[in-house]
């Protein structure tokens, strides 16, 4: 039966010896420095993408409920464009083909190119989320904020998406977790993150059931603390009567 070497990670990376601390000093790097650096680049292309889901699918998941049929028409087209492309095609096709067609591109990092990657593939499904949680809403709070005399962003702003987002927390909370996971294809393009540095540090060290057993605890308690903050955020922001609330 093999035996687990939890001491790997307290190798330095270049000679294999054991630092005491595990953590290098006057520039070594232990397996675990480059394990906890592999992390923040998760995080960091996770994190970014996130953002950029969340912005561009609001928008494109307004406009899909909007009057305007051409505004109907991109948001549609956005959608539909962006979620039935394979998420690593879509990562090859802004790292090698955009840049071809858009010179501007060579000069961005493939760490920006990655997350406006993974950003717009989960755009898609949050827009899908977004337009459900607006028609979900009954039609007469649309016509009651016109009659006020708001106009139609304004009915947005106020009336619509205070409600709206408060309903799709939890699918919300779903692809924030699911963003955490799919940043794993970011190796593909030789980001330092964690899915690279288990098969790298695997291959150098030969003690793959250690360094997977780590990764895949650094992934969970990623996604964990994410739900955590969603659900926190969930129950703050309950409306009685409401779907969810109390």
């Known amino acids: 039966m093999a035996t687990w070497d939890w ?36 995080l960091s292309v996770a994190l970014l993408a996130l953002v950029v889901a969340l912005v561009v699918g609001s928008v494109m998941g307004i406009f899909r409920t909007t009057p305007s049929k051409a505004l109907v028409a991109i948001g549609n087209a956005w959608t539909e464009l962006f979620r039935n492309i394979p998420l690593l095609v879509q990562v090859f096709l802004w790292y090698h083909v955009l840049p071809s067609l858009i010179p501007a591109l060579k000069n961005f990092p493939s760490f920006i190119l990655v997350v406006f990657a993974l950003g717009f593939f989960t755009s898609a499904r949050i827009a899908e989320q977004v337009r459900a949680g607006i028609q979900s809403l009954p039609k007469g709070q649309r016509y009651a904020g016109l009659a006020m005399g708001l106009t139609l962003p304004q009915t947005y702003r106020y009336v619509l998406l205070p409600m709206a987002f408060r309903i799709v927390i939890p699918p919300l ?38 360094i997977y057993l780590a990764v895949t605890g650094l992934y969970f308690i990623s996604a964990f603390i994410i739900n955590r903050i969603a659900l926190f955020i969930e129950h703050r922001v309950q409306v009685p009567g409401m779907i969810g609330g109390h």
């Not at 970011?186 to 250690?210: D, K, P, W």
């Open 173 to 210: 909370t779903s692809e924030s977790m699911n963003i955490i996971k799919n940043s794993s294809v970011a190796f593909a393009v030789s980001i330092a993150e964690l899915t690279m540095f288990a098969m790298q540090a695997q291959e150098e060290t030969s003690r793959g059931i250690e």
């Open 7 to 42: 001491q790997v990670f307290c190798k330095d990376t270049i000679d294999g010896e054991v630092r005491p601390r595990c953590f290098g000093e006057g520039g070594d790097i232990t397996y675990l420095d480059w394990l906890l650096s592999a992390w923040g680049w998760t």
